[in-house]
DNA sequence: CTTTATCCGGATAATATATATCCGATTAAG
DNA sequence: CTTAATCGGATATATATTATCCGGATAAAG
């Protein structure tokens, strides 16, 4: 039971483009440099995050991504749904209704018992990443962080801008 | 992310063999067919279990396996912990130390905030399953099933022991 | 218009994890 | 001792994740 790393990259990446002066955008190749990560694959999560609303691109010569929406509009839950998609994690097959006491189909119209209690937990946990938006991170890092170390993201960011 | 059918699996598992009598245990065999998954992997699946000290097997003739504590005794976390590990679904890989902003590894006490936000996600998720108990479980069950078949799965059960 | 930079989508491959099977070693019951 | 059953390791297969590449579309800049 793992999340995929382009939900690690990708909201590190939103936190980046956050930054951005309103209208531009930062290229795949740039942002894979930024965090060292593969671009080739981060563009495939940049897609993913494009077509869930969460960043939108501009193409050809000075394009790249941006977000779509504000930080405050933009969840943890966003970005983890884009990647991973809406499937939840608990997979119910029914297996009640397998061998010598398995249930008829037509007895089955309540969930199972465990399904119901994994799709709870499941609720909570969407729940929680659902409150932390994309402003909420970036505020407590910026709390944390050493004021000359946000200074060199801006001025990184400036200096990616043609 | 997906969350190993084992836990699907085991989870039922575990709520017919807390219908034995005490000190009687079920061979994997029985419990693959009761549910027509396969026995080889289940067998697997259920020693997982038994090292994280949920059920207990007995070797030899008439052996098997049954619960290691009292239905109240075990939870649903338990047999995620058993079947998945402990590790936490969403690793973080300190990115923010990387490229020509990263972070020195001395600034880098806190975890970082994406991070934090995943593993507090995750412990509200875990703790949803914790405060469902096997007994929790079984009595949903026996509220909203019909009675014949509770009198079935009872019945199975004792022909199954020697 | 041409060049250049960029995103897009599909095809492909490598790697990791999940799923599944088999068999010898081991242990308990009769 | 013989038989039945589980355990543990080795192994195989399927699926998911991670990763790369390339041709095509698009748009800005010269």
Redesign the pocket.
């Known amino acids: ?7 690690e ?1 990708t909201t590190h990446i939103c936190t980046v483009i956050a930054l951005l002066p309103p209208g531009r ?8 440099d930024f965090f060292e ?8 999560q ?2 993913l995050l ?2 869930a609303g969460v960043v ?10 941006r977000l779509a929406k504000t930080p405050d509009d933009i969840t943890l839950l966003d970005i983890v749904l884009a ?3 809406p499937k939840p994690a608990f ?1 119910c097959t029914e297996i009640r209704q397998n061998g010598p006491c398995g249930l008829k189909r037509t007895d089955c119209k309540r969930p199972c018992e465990i399904a119901a209690a994994f799709a709870e937990a499941e609720r909570v946990y969407r729940d929680a990443l659902k409150v932390k938006t994309l402003a909420s991170i970036m505020q407590e890092a910026a709390v944390n962080a050493k004021p000359e170390h946000l200074n060199d993201i801006g001025n990184w960011v400036q200096q ?1 801008l ?1």
Chains 1, 2 share one sequence.
């Not at 955008?25 to 894979?32: H, I, Q």
């Not at 990560?37 to 495939?44: I, M, R, T």
């Open positions: 039971m793992q999340i995929a790393k382009g939900v990259w955008g930062l290229a795949v190749d740039v942002l894979a990560v593969p671009s080739a694959y981060l563009s495939k940049m897609q494009r077509r939108e691109s501009v193409r050809g010569k000075s394009g790249g991504y990647i991973e998609g997979r990616q043609p």
